[in-house]
């Protein structure tokens, strides 16, 4: 029996400050024999997301820190390539949280079957994935929007952003996105159907949305923190709802104040901070009208795909300075 | 016919800063004579509060500035002494808006009868009134305390927060107060039966709250905002909920950031802003809460009382120091 052998990629040492190649560390590794009841995944594709980027810090958070000397936390899709588990075919579509690495294995628990024949198979770490319930549960739980309303959602052409934002305008709202640059700015309004886009590279992010929602805020999806939050505040309406998702902007220990905590006040705000793992209990809807939607072309997604397991440091830290352009995805075979 | 003379304290100049006497002027004006349909109230107690120092400045806020030139908004009770209105008899007790006068006039709206018979005419501007409401509302509908969890609640010996711990500990939770100093913590604990109170004086906050609330904060009731906030968001559980109730720390226009927004997110926070005006379809069930409890000896509270219309401005100048102890009424008779 020939060895198999699966790379994978380990967090080396914490970053001090921004996250360098040198936090991660590549290692080949013999893959066991499979034991009874396993099952053996080759991940097709690994998700990128910015809250690794939060689990790789040591100290409080809402999750424990990423270990230093194992492999890197992460979705993943792929298939089933061995299997001495009688609920799992060779061949199955299977998405799971194998991490950074090239093959997984499991005795059976943690896999999700996914059906790739309508929907790429990518697409079930993105707008189907996690992302896609995170925009979905974060407007429809917490934003809340109803017709008419100003939705304003920040990382506008990411993952989570462009789904909040395509669902806002289903709600009947006037949506404004917020991203990096004329190109992001242009696919976010043109190819997404967004009202308005404020590039915040160009600068005067409070001046942009100002003039993108003359009738005020109502909902602000946050997914950057920061001085973007601190703008949209200005010109929230009263009884407002901000639902906090991310704080890239934050993630290297810079110093991030809320610079106008007593417009909570004075607008009536409601500022919400939350983690969609811990709502499973609205997958099953969201995943359904996020699959419907997706499978029929009314829910637009766009994906940046880094080829190789070797690539996925540099495609991580490019996610964190917005290098990557809709959903980041490292193809792994 | 003698004429009557009603003497009025009017806003003379928005502050620059900290508030100081000559913002305000006292003048004296002949009372008109009553018209048909008119109600004449003598004030017998004015209500000073912290949200009459947002008011005072020019700029946004939930509500129009008060105008420089009149007489300064305040809720008042008194008593009807001439009526030309079926509705009203003299003899009647009423609550109203009458602001800081010893007279107002009316044509009957705005006037709430109140009952004087089991419950002192001013509690009607304390815990049978807006703050008593206030503390409940922001209790009840923002912080949903369950039994076993920690509360806390600054300003504790105030209005609004003696009546917010109090209410929690019939909730069956743990309540933390914060006061300045010794002798109000003490009666934060003693008198009010509070389980722990910090004193901000004393320095260290958050040492203080880690100490006095050992399994974290599940509700901040906060009339404060500042680094008090700061201190108890630090400590506060996952799901803990915020209620902004006022942010007194801001309000002579000292920059007052949040320090560590990021835990919004990473302890999953609820923050929401509130002004009990906006929700008077509450008042009828909770004043007849507080006013069983009030007149059952089962909600404590207590008044400082300064004695005449000419002290209102150093009594409410000493309210935005804390010099108060308890509600902070103007005796006008």
């Not at 270990?67 to 588990?85: D, H, K, L, Q």
């Not at 915040?200 to 923190?225: E, H, M, T, W």
Request: aromatic residues 8%.
């Amino acid at each position: 029996m020939t060895e198999t052998i699966n790379r994978q990629i380990l967090l080396a040492s914490r970053p001090q400050g921004a996250v360098t190649p040198d936090n991660f560390r590549l290692v080949e590794t013999v893959l066991p024999p499979l034991q009874d009841g396993q099952v053996r995944v080759r991940n097709h594709f690994l998700s990128l997301d910015p809250y690794m980027r939060g689990r790789m810090n040591d100290g409080k958070s809402y999750a424990a820190p990423q270990p230093v000397g194992e492999v890197m936390i992460g979705g993943t899709v792929g298939e089933v390539v061995a299997s001495r588990n009688g609920h799992w075919q060779v061949g199955d579509h299977v998405g799971a949280m194998f991490g950074w690495q090239e093959f997984g294995t499991s005795d059976g628990s943690g896999l999700q079957k996914v059906d790739a024949s309508a929907i790429p198979l990518s697409a079930y770490l993105g707008v189907v994935g996690m992302p896609g319930v995170t925009g979905w549960y974060g407007l429809n739980r917490i934003l809340k929007p109803v017709a008419g309303e100003t939705v304003v959602v920040s990382a506008a052409s990411g993952a989570v952003g462009s789904v909040v934002g395509q669902l806002a305008k289903r709600h009947g709202c006037r949506v404004v996105g917020i991203a990096g640059g004329a190109e992001k700015c242009s696919y976010v309004k043109d190819e997404l159907g967004f009202d308005a886009c404020v590039d915040y590279k160009a600068g005067d992010v409070l001046g942009g949305l100002k003039a993108a929602a003359p009738q005020g805020i109502d909902g602000y999806f946050d997914n950057v923190g920061g001085p973007t939050l601190d703008a949209a505040m200005v010109l929230m309406n009263a009884f407002g709802r901000i639902a906090v998702c991310g704080a890239i902007a934050g993630y290297d220990g810079a110093p991030l104040v809320m610079k106008y905590p007593t417009l909570i006040l004075i607008s009536r705000l409601k500022v919400e901070g939350f983690i969609v793992s811990e709502h499973m209990e609205v997958w099953p809807e969201a995943l359904g009208q996020l699959g419907g939607l997706a499978a029929s072309g009314q829910l637009k997604y766009r994906e940046s795909v880094a080829e190789g397991l070797q690539s996925a440091p540099e495609a991580f830290i490019g996610l964190l300075k917005g290098r990557n352009f809709g959903k980041q995805v490292v193809k792994l075979i």
